[in-house]
């Protein structure tokens, strides 16, 4: 049925579907997962690394996560170079904002302006939908610490915590049990990993294919702060959820002997 309807982004199906923006949207859920968690006093995302090769050159360039303001953070799954475009425009706009009002840009407002662009391309002729969801983690002075989710559709929404990319069905079950209002910055990173250990394909999961960014406010100088942990700082992180795993595995057999 679907192919009848399929070949163009403006044509409905009978059920009121657009058949390529849903193609879009399963394109990015065979990409790396990406989590967010909006903390108490910051903003946690993390994110899965696909290209783990030893042969790729070294490079500073993430492949997951990128800046697009002082103020505001990503990451991305699906396609990057769709990802790269619609970055490209996003720091564009933040940039003439500042520019303009010689301040940051209010986040949601600056997310409305890329979702606009996105949902553009699903109504004309001869375009395609972005192949590729966004998670923003950012501030400003209006509303402080927000994240936001926005998909292939141009729809966007406000989250405490969500997931993007493959299973991210299991992580938002993860999510839903054991995301606490408030939490701490590293409240919010111990689960994040241990959503990432839950979606990732690996059975043995590593620093090296995983990233992470948090965004917070220094406390001596009040000013936001974003950083990109090392690998060192991933893995110090990453043996402590296995050991605490490990241990609360070892008490349950223990009560059931």
């Known amino acids: 049925m679907g192919s009848r309807y399929d070949s163009r982004t403006t044509v409905f199906s009978p059920e009121g579907r657009l058949f390529q923006v849903e193609y879009a949207m399963q394109a990015i859920d065979n990409a790396g997962a990406c989590v967010g968690l909006l903390a108490g006093d910051g903003v946690v995302i993390a ?27 990503c990451a991305v799954a699906g396609l990057t170079s769709d990802a790269n475009v619609l970055i490209s425009y996003l720091r564009r706009v933040a940039q003439n904002y500042k520019l303009q009002y010689q301040e940051p840009q209010p986040l949601e407002q600056l997310i409305m302006r890329v979702c606009d662009l996105k949902q553009g391309y699903t109504q004309f002729g001869g375009q395609r939908p972005f192949g590729v969801s966004f998670l923003y983690a950012g501030w400003d002075r209006h509303y402080g610490f927000q994240l936001y989710q ?21 992580a938002t079950s993860l999510l839903k049990k054991e995301y606490k209002d408030d939490c701490s910055i590293e409240e919010a990173l111990e689960l994040a990993v241990k959503v990432l250990n839950k979606t990732m394909d690996s059975v043995t999961p590593s620093a090296d294919k995983m990233e992470f960014s948090v965004l ?27 050991a605490e795993e490990k241990e609360a595995e070892a008490n349950a057999e223990a009560k059931a002997a």
């Open 150 to 170: 926005s998909n292939p559709s141009g729809n966007y929404g406000g989250w405490k915590a969500t997931a993007i990319g493959a299973n991210n069905q299991a």
């Open 216 to 242: 917070r406010m220094d406390k001596d100088t009040g000013k936001l702060v974003q950083h990109v942990m090392h690998d060192d700082e991933v893995q110090e992180l990453l043996d402590k959820i296995i």
């Open 47 to 73: 994110a899965e690394k696909k290209a783990t090769s030893k042969l790729l050159a070294p490079s500073k360039t993430s492949e997951k996560l990128y800046m697009i303001d002082d103020h505001v953070a």
